[in-house]
């Protein structure tokens, strides 16, 4: 049974909205000129509908999350269920409720071998901030307390809080909160085409894995605690490295006993075709944070996944860990989790989005949208996408001079034409359901490119 078609007073709340909500991540002025945000009422499958009428193909998954797709009755079900036996219990002070540590058992056999546990948070910014601490920790308890620095990378997201903050390299975030925080190191990251344009791929992945070994040797390795990285990052702008990228960061790491930290919480959950990004690089992290696809993200919950070698430290001489928030292993996020992973499982999402989705969007990437005369390249990995918006062809120019005045032109035309994206500077992003078919895989590039046709004359006049 579908939910009930509420009559919402669209006015009314865009009213309130400016008068009484402070959106996330937003111009609050902005906000106020437009009159109230787009209100997004209701949603099923891939599509989304806003209050105005309108039907939106939801080419982010709401924020890089709803992995199995909008409208599952089986999730609304087990929260249900759930929130009927024990809405909410914690995990402090010696107890714990059948719902994470079920999920723990699934989480860590998905991650397989060395990473054999699991701690819960609620976003994905705390599970980086649980990292930050867990990881310092370890290293005061191995007797190496100077190991405190930890190298992430210029443009890196790794939330919102102030690890977060911190830890990601966007500088704009930096500049409000005074950030980062002592005992942070920023590298370059493996952009190609935004920053090394026409550069040998192999020749670049070195050289950019070569700049976490350079920044080791300038602060000490003996004062390095761990490299965090996205296997590909997100919000900057869907940035997949060269080949040879990944297993060269690890090498560094090992060779100078540095922890290796994946930050899977957009690249986690089948979104590259694995159920995690650094299973498709090879890689083996000794700590990674996920979220957002692990509920698909009914209700907030994430996890830090723990290397054995870390828990066996924590466990032999780590006391209390005295770290964890109220809804750390929250039964009802974690039952809704495990149903999603079922859901996955069952339906072979992750398979489906490695042997024929992905392939099929990079297919209608190459064939459809790399010739356009604004395209610069089109890139994706499994059902992560994006389309460099260039002035001239050939190169990597951008429109008006300068970085992220296309962007937002696009963006606006492939919403007002059904098309929910996200622009990052001028790069066009996506992020589908896993559940996206091919027909609405040809409409996404359908309305990608009629949106740049429609941008052309548009950016030429900038
Ligand atoms: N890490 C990465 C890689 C992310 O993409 C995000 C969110 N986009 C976060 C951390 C932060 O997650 P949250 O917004 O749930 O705190």
């Given at each position: 049974m579908n939910a009930p078609i509420r009559n919402y007073d669209i006015a009314e709340l865009r009213r309130q909205d400016v008068a009484h909500h402070l959106p996330a991540q937003a111009d609050h002025r902005l906000i106020a000129e437009m009159g109230g945000s787009r209100i997004i009422t209701r949603a099923e499958g891939c599509v989304i509908h806003d209050g105005d009428g309108n039907a939106i193909l939801d080419g982010m998954a709401g924020l890089w999350c709803v992995n199995v797709g909008y409208g599952r009755q089986e999730l609304a079900q087990a929260a249900y269920d759930q929130m009927l036996e024990l809405p909410y219990y914690n995990t402090f002070f010696k107890t714990a409720s059948p719902p994470p540590i079920e999920l723990a058992t699934k989480v860590a056999g998905l991650m397989g071998g060395h990473l054999s546990h699991v701690f819960f948070n609620s976003s994905g910014s705390e599970a980086n901030d649980t990292i930050f601490r867990l990881v310092r920790h370890y290293w005061k308890l191995k007797g190496q307390p100077s190991r405190k620095i930890f190298i992430g990378r210029w443009n890196g997201y790794h939330g919102s809080t102030v690890a977060g903050v911190s830890l990601g390299g966007m500088k704009a975030m930096h500049a409000q909160g005074d950030l980062p925080i002592p005992g942070i190191e920023h590298v370059m990251q493996p952009y190609l085409f935004g920053d090394a344009f026409g550069e040998d791929p192999a020749r670049f992945a070195a050289r950019a894995a070569q700049a976490i070994e350079d920044r080791i040797l300038q602060v000490g390795p003996e004062n390095v605690a761990a490299f965090i990285g996205e296997p590909v990052q997100g919000a900057g702008g869907v940035i997949i490295p060269p080949d040879g990228y990944w297993p060269a960061v690890e090498a560094i790491c090992r060779k100078y006993g540095i922890l290796l930290i994946c930050d899977?919480?957009?690249?986690?959950?089948?979104?590259?075709?694995?159920?995690?990004g650094h299973q498709h690089y090879g890689v083996k992290p000794d700590l990674i944070a996920m979220a957002k696809g692990l509920s698909s993200g009914y209700l907030p919950i994430s996890a830090v996944g723990v290397a054995d070698h870390i828990v066996a430290e924590l466990r032999e001489k780590?006391?209390?860990?005295?770290h964890g928030y109220t809804y750390s292993g929250h039964p009802t996020c974690a039952a809704v989790a495990i149903r999603n992973l079922e859901i996955m499982e069952r339906e072979k999402l992750v398979e489906r989005t490695r042997e024929d989705t992905g392939p099929y969007l990079a297919k209608a990437f190459a064939d459809r949208l790399a010739g356009h005369p604004l395209v610069g390249e089109a890139r994706s990995l499994g059902l992560l996408g994006a389309v460099e918006i260039v002035a001239e062809k050939g190169t990597n120019r951008r429109f008006g001079g300068e970085e992220g005045k296309a962007g937002p032109v696009v963006r606006d035309l492939c919403i007002k034409n059904g098309l929910m994206v996200r622009g990052i500077r001028d790069t066009i992003v996506c992020c589908p359901p896993?559940?996206?078919?091919h027909a609405q895989i040809d409409e996404l590039v359908d309305i990608l490119k009629r949106s740049l046709d429609e941008a052309m004359p548009i950016l030429k006049a900038l």
């Open positions: 899977e919480v957009i690249c986690g959950f089948g979104r590259l075709g694995q159920w995690f780590g006391g209390d860990f005295v896993l559940i996206i078919s």
